[in-house]
C-alpha cells in the first residue's frame, strides 16, 4: 500500500494529480518490476465520495484549514483523511490514553479519572475505540472532547459492538480515518491507526500493556515523532502490567496521578524531542508498514533523467510544509488493497480531477 512519500514524489515531480495519473503507467513498467498499479476509475472514485457523504464524512487534505495541526507535523501524515464529527477537537492539544483491551477493574477507574482530569485542562482525548482502555477513555470525555481513530473505513468501525459509543463520538467529538470508506480492517491496519492516534497528540499515556501490547506501538510512534510518553506503573505479578514497567524502566515517565501528565506538559511545551527510549534493533523483523514505491528508480538503480514540465506546486517533508491545494490533491490518498501482494496507487488519484 503505497504511502505518503510516495505521494509527495509524484505531486513535487508532475505538479499536480493528473499529470501523476498520466505518468503511472509507464513509471511503474520501468520500475516496479513486475508489480502493477490499478487507478481506480472515475465511477469508483464518483462512489466513494457519495458513500462518504451519505454518512457525513468529509475528506481533508493537509492543506484545509480543518486538517489536524499536530498530525500534519509527523513526518508520515496522510496526505488525505476523512473526518466526521466536530472539527474543532483536532484543533486543540490532544493526549491519547490507550491501553490493554483486557483491562482490570483498577485500570479502567484510573483511566476514567485520568480522562476527566485531563478533559477539565482542556486536552481533547485521542484513543483508538478499542475495548477495555480505550472505550473508557472515549466515554470519560464525551462530554469535553474526544478523537476516535479508525482502522478501516467509517462504514466498518471496529469492534462493532462499539456502534452506539461511534455515534456518540460523532456527535460530540470527531472521528478519524485514512481508509477507505468500506473498508475492513485487518491486522495490519491497527499499527497503522496507532502512528495517527500518537501523531494527534502532544502525549501518549499507557495504562495498561502486556510486552507485546500494540499499545506500547502507540508508545514507540509518539517517542518517534517527539512526543512525551507516559506509563502507568502496575503490580509486577500482573502480565496486563509488564510493558507498562517495562517503559518506566526505558525512562518513560511515571503517571500516578493526572498532575503527573498536567505539569510535564506544561513546563515541556515548545521542547525539543525527549530521549529515545526503545531500542532500535527491536525493528527487525517487523512489517513495514506503509509500502512506499520506488517509481523513480530504473532498474539497475540509477535515477531517472527524464523531467516532466515545472510542476506548479512542491510537497515537501510535513515538518516543513506548506499547504497542499486541495483541488490538487483532494481524495489522492485513499488507498486500496487488492486481494494479491500487488500494488497499486492511491485509488483517489482519478477523484483529483474531479474536485477541481
Keep these: 500500500m503505497p504511502g505518503p512519500r510516495t505521494f509527495r514524489q ?43 457523504r451519505a454518512l457525513g464524512v468529509r475528506f481533508v487534505t493537509t492543506g484545509d484549514p480543518d ?59 485521542v484513543s483508538g475505540l478499542a475495548r477495555g482502555i480505550d472505550a473508557v ?7 469535553t472532547g474526544t478523537i476516535a481513530v479508525l482502522a478501516g473505513g467509517h462504514a466498518r ?4 459492538e462499539h456502534a452506539r459509543l461511534v455515534e456518540e463520538i460523532a456527535e460530540r467529538g470527531l472521528i478519524v480515518s485514512e481508509m477507505p470508506i468500506e473498508w475492513e480492517p485487518r491486522g495490519r491496519d491497527f499499527p497503522r491507526r496507532n502512528r495517527i492516534i500518537s501523531g494527534l497528540s502532544r502525549a501518549t499515556i499507557v495504562v495498561e500493556a502486556a510486552r507485546r501490547s500494540g499499545s506500547l506501538i502507540t508508545a514507540r510512534f509518539a517517542n518517534e515523532q517527539g512526543r512525551e510518553v507516559f506509563a502507568v506503573p502496575g503490580s509486577p505479578l500482573d502480565p496486563r502490567a509488564e510493558g507498562v514497567n517495562d517503559l518506566i524502566r526505558q525512562g518513560a515517565t511515571l503517571c500516578a496521578r ?23 534493533d527491536a525493528r527487525d523483523g517487523e512489517e513495514t508498514l506503509i509500502d512506499e514505491l520506488d517509481l523513480f528508480s530504473a532498474p539497475d538503480g540509477s535515477a531517472f533523467e527524464e523531467r516532466s514540465a515545472p510542476a506548479r506546486f512542491s510537497v515537501p517533508s510535513p515538518r516543513n510544509a506548506s499547504p497542499i491545494p486541495t483541488s490538487e490533491c483532494k481524495a489522492m490518498a485513499r488507498r486500496r488493497r487488492m486481494p494479491t501482494r500487488s500494488s497499486f496507487l492511491c485509488s483517489g488519484l482519478r477523484r483529483s480531477r474531479l474536485m477541481t
Design 10 to 52: 509524484l505531486i513535487n515531480r508532475f505538479g499536480g494529480a493528473g499529470a501523476a495519473l498520466d505518468a503511472l503507467p509507464s513509471l511503474a513498467a520501468r520500475s516496479l518490476h513486475g508489480r502493477t498499479i490499478r487507478i481506480a476509475t472515475r465511477e469508483e472514485a464518483m462512489r466513494e465520495i457519495e458513500a462518504a
Design 67 to 125: 486538517y489536524p495541526p499536530l498530525l500534519k507535523e509527523i513526518a508520515d501524515a496522510p496526505p488525505l483523511i476523512a473526518l466526521r464529527g466536530a472539527s474543532w477537537a483536532a484543533q486543540r492539544d490532544g493526549v491519547a490514553i490507550v491501553g490493554s483491551r483486557n483491562a482490570s477493574a483498577a485500570g479502567l477507574t484510573f483511566t476514567e479519572r485520568l480522562a476527566r482530569s485531563l478533559a477539565l485542562e482542556n486536552y481533547v482525548i
Design 137 to 143: 477513555a472515549h466515554r470519560a470525555a464525551l462530554e
Design 258 to 280: 493526572p498532575e503527573d501528565v498536567i505539569s510535564v506538559l506544561a513546563e515541556n511545551a515548545g521542547a525539543p524531542p525527549r530521549k529515545n527510549l526503545f531500542d532500535d
Design 157 to 160: 468501525p471496529y469492534p462493532s
